[in-house]
């Protein structure tokens, strides 16, 4: 079961993988599936750490699209405050904060379908400066045309993150208000740009498991391959579509987190939203699956994370490392 170079990209990194070939990797035993997955992370990875992003959310809420799993959507009644685009020196501060604790890369996060261009400008300026306190720098600002991929890159952007969040077959009945490709196009002017591309989903929407096969398919198939690959577990937000869905089983959360570290070997594979409801032992399943990316931080964007402190905790006892 050894996938082949993808014939049409030019990259070495980008390996075909049939759905069939994917379907087994999930049904392999438990323990069969786990080793492989760690093995394929050894290869590539040092197996004792763990990369830390920070997020902040810097515009908040009155989002026009109609994401069924998002509390910023301006459709749902969620409760949410909404807030308008965040001053430089408060995005600064949280900076400066979030590197305190011990991140390495701070990725701002705003409810836009697409930036405006006085957004990006807004946006840039805030990357340059927290580029200069020695980050790493992330955003996600919804769809982005080619010019403003090129400014972003311009003010010292290294990540843009937009997600596929489902396979292509799922994903109408999660969002209506813009394509899958129009996804794989932002993902594709990000490219161009020259930034580093983080790309992932959520699991839990009510997907099958094909879904999840179809998803990671695609994540895989992208030429290079994402660097950053978040796996989310979805939170459910009261006052969205998809508040009362049932939990996914964390077995299958951990079978989809092996297969990405096998799929995509050289990518950090984020063990992303979800983690405050995850006991250690599940997030410790997580890593030894191949996780070795965190969101770090009491906060994701609007919804609560597991504390800094509890990480820091959950580290030492696993001698990991960030
Ligand atoms: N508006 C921009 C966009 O959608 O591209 C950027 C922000 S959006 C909140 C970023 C990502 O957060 C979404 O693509 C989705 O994968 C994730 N997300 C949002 N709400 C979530 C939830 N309730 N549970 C898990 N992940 C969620
Ligand atoms: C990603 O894949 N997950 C993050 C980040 N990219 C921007 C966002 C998770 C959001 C969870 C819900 C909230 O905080 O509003
Ligand atoms: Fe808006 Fe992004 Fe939420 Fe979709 S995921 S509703 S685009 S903020």
Known sequence: MSPTPEATCETTETQSWTREQIESLFALPFNDLLFKAQTVHRENHDANQVQL???????????PEDCAYCPQSARYKTGLKTERLMPLDQIVEAAKKAKAEGAGRFCMGAAWRSPKDKDIQAVSEAVSAVKALGMETCATLGMLNEEHANELKEAGLDYYN???DTSPEYYGEIITTRTYDDRLETLENVRTAGMKVCCGGIVGMGETKNDRVGLLQTLASLCPPPESVPINNLIKIEGTPLADLEDIDPF?????????RILMPKSYVRLSAGRETMNDQLQSLCFLAGAN????????LTANNATAEHDRELFAKLGINQ
């Not at 992003?53 to 989002?63: D, E, M, N, Q, W």
């Not at 990316?293 to 994701?300: A, D, H, M, N, V």
């Open 293 to 300: 990316s965190i969101f770090y931080g009491e906060q994701l």
């Open 252 to 260: 299958d959360f951990i079978r989809t987190i092996a297969v990405a």
């Open 162 to 164: 937009h997600n596929l």
């Open 53 to 63: 992003s920070s997020l902040l959310s810097i515009k908040t809420g009155a989002c």
